[in-house]
């Protein structure tokens, strides 16, 4: 007999060793369920493999599932597939870089474009004459005043010329900045006054208009010049635009231009009755002929301006602008500011000059207005918001860039820069300042764009520290220009007329005749050269050049390794189980 509590030792054990015994015997179980499950998988997939090659469109695939096929030849097909493959990798992203950095071609417009479908062009004349002496031989000439001027630069710091009134000096001071600027030397010394508001002085030194302005027609009506003509301010003083937008329709409110931009003519007041005109909408459905800006409605001379320009031999002053007098023109559209220095045609006194003019125009095509200004190259008018305009073109975004620029650099902008009212306006120590800003600036983009050039980042798109990308509709107005001598005194001569010349002694007289050579014209038009269809039907001509594929190709792959895998899975553990 055992004592109790060895029997109870003895089945502890016993019972351990039954369980031990069991759960290796489960375990065994359950690994060789996992092997039949594993080969079970194995077998389907491969089975699945095969049937897929057999079946495939895609070419070359089939020779790889083949189990009789030999391997040599197996590896043979397996590097054409992989070679064809590489293949349509690099021409596919050949096409999408082409996509991605070029979307965007300007060709032809389908059709031809009427001029009475875009404005007239805005017309500025500026006249070489900057000041009229009131009294001649009482006033001191703006030569005596600069050759005073350049003795004191190098003798003081300080101008302070004698028996000078004080308009006289304020108009010197104003003429110093309208006249020939790039002989202003850097360092020029101080001139005694006050602040000047530049555009009252150039306003009291003004010409008489309808002296200069002799008469105009518009559209074969003869009228007064000042029924068409604003003054507009501009780098080379006081000028006169026909047909551009008011001021106020340019700048915005709280800008200096906009505080002075007068009255409106009699022309501009037909916009109020209409939707107003902009370049990208163009002219309301149901505008009338008149309409402001003006329009016409053929080519040639009696469908333009005509205008008879006079000055006279005793009030030219050579020593302001040189020996070039005359008139400077400038042709732009009607939302552009003029910049007069940097493209205008000259017209010399004595000749009868005729611009032809012929349209430069570009549209857009709706499909490019989802793309980025970056990869289009243009802006449409609410993408690029400008500080001190209300209209986005290039050459507007241009001269605010330089008037910020210059205000860096010199800490003050020229008279005739668009600026806010707190803006510091340059005085006459300045002028060498603000005269190089501009050659600083377009240094300063070239360095800028030539280092991105170099460094391989042009290719994704250069935004310029101006960021002054082209507008998506834009419109140039090139001319063709004709002259002849105009003799206005053997004229008079011939038709006995004596009175004119005693009435306006020492003239010298133009004529200038702008008109459209052509009623209808060739636009422009940016529209996509690779859209999305075009890239995918470019993809799809490469896939099946290459290997038969095509997107029935990728749902037959999707097909066989989804619900065929299944399938073949189910059928085989059936046959397991059986």
């Known amino acids: 007999m055992f004592p109790k509590s060895g029997r109870d030792d003895i089945d502890f054990d016993l019972e351990r060793g039954v369980s031990i015994m069991l759960g290796e015997k489960q375990r065994e179980q359950r690994d060789h369920h996992t092997s039949d499950d594993a080969s079970t998988a194995c077998e389907g997939l491969l089975t699945t493999y095969h049937e897929y090659c057999a079946h495939t469109s895609i070419h070359g695939v089939q020779y790889l599932g083949e189990r009789e096929r030999p391997l040599r030849e197996r590896i043979f097909w397996l590097c054409t597939f992989v070679i064809s493959i590489y293949a349509c990798a690099t021409l596919i ?86 006249c020939n600027t790039q002989i202003i030397e850097e360092g020029m010394p101080l001139i005694a006054g006050d602040d000047l508001d530049y555009f009252d002085v150039l306003e009291r030194m003004l010409p008489q208009f309808d002296r200069y302005f002799f008469y105009c027609r518009w559209l074969s009506r003869f009228g007064e010049c000042e029924k068409f003509f604003r003054k507009t301010l501009t780098e080379e003083g006081i000028c006169y635009t026909f047909n551009g937008l008011r001021a106020s329709d340019i700048y915005r409110e709280d800008t200096y231009q906009y505080q002075h931009s007068g009255e409106a003519l009699e022309m501009e007041n037909i916009s109020s009755r209409h939707t107003p005109w902009t370049l990208e909408t163009g002219y309301s459905h149901n505008s009338d002929v008149e309409t402001f800006p003006a329009r016409v409605l053929s080519a040639g001379a009696r469908s333009g301006i005509f205008l008879a320009l006079q000055s006279f031999k005793q009030e030219v002053d050579y020593a302001c602008r040189g020996p070039v007098q005359g008139f400077k023109v400038l042709l732009h559209a009607p939302d552009d500011v003029p910049q007069v220095s940097k493209q205008f045609v000259r017209i010399p006194m004595g000749k009868e000059v005729l611009i032809a003019v012929k349209p430069n125009m570009i549209t857009m095509s709706t499909g490019i207005a989802d793309y980025h200004p970056q990869r289009r190259q243009c802006f449409l008018s609410h993408e690029r918001s400008l500080r001190f305009f209300k209209v986005y073109t290039e050459s507007n975004c241009q001269l605010e860039c330089l008037a910020n620029f210059t205000l860096t650099k010199c800490g003050c902008v020229k008279f005739s820069m668009p600026r806010n009212m707190d803006m510091p306006v340059c005085g006459e120590d300045k002028i060498h300042c603000y005269d190089r800003a501009e050659r600083q600036l377009l240094v300063r983009e070239f360095k800028r764009i030539r280092a991105l050039d170099a460094a391989g980042d042009i290719s994704r798109g250069v935004e310029s520290a101006c960021n002054c990308m082209p507008a998506c509709t834009s419109l140039v107005y090139n001319t063709e220009i004709s002259q002849a001598n105009f003799d206005l005194e053997e004229m008079l001569l011939a038709e006995g007329d004596t009175d004119f010349m005693e009435e306006y002694p020492g003239s010298q007289m133009s004529r200038l005749s702008i008109y459209f050579k052509e009623s209808q014209f060739i636009t422009s038009k940016r529209s996509e050269l690779y859209g999305i269809t075009e890239f995918l039907a470019n993809c799809g001509g490469i896939f099946g050049l290459f290997m038969g594929f095509s997107i029935l190709s990728l749902v037959e792959m999707i097909y066989h390794f989804t619900l065929r895998f299944f399938t073949n899975l189910k059928r085989l553990a059936k046959m397991q189980e059986g």
């Open 93 to 178: 992203s050949s096409a999408y870089t082409k996509w991605t950095e070029t979307p965007v071609i300007v060709s032809f417009a389908e059709k031809s474009t009427p001029v009475w479908n875009i404005p007239f062009p805005a017309v500025t004349v500026c006249s070489e004459t900057k000041r009229v002496l009131k009294e001649k031989g009482k006033e001191t000439t703006y030569a005596d005043l600069y050759s005073q001027f350049s003795e004191e630069n190098r003798a003081s710091r300080v101008f302070k010329p004698s028996n000078v009134s004080a308009l006289e000096l304020e108009e010197f001071r104003t003429l110093l900045h309208v």
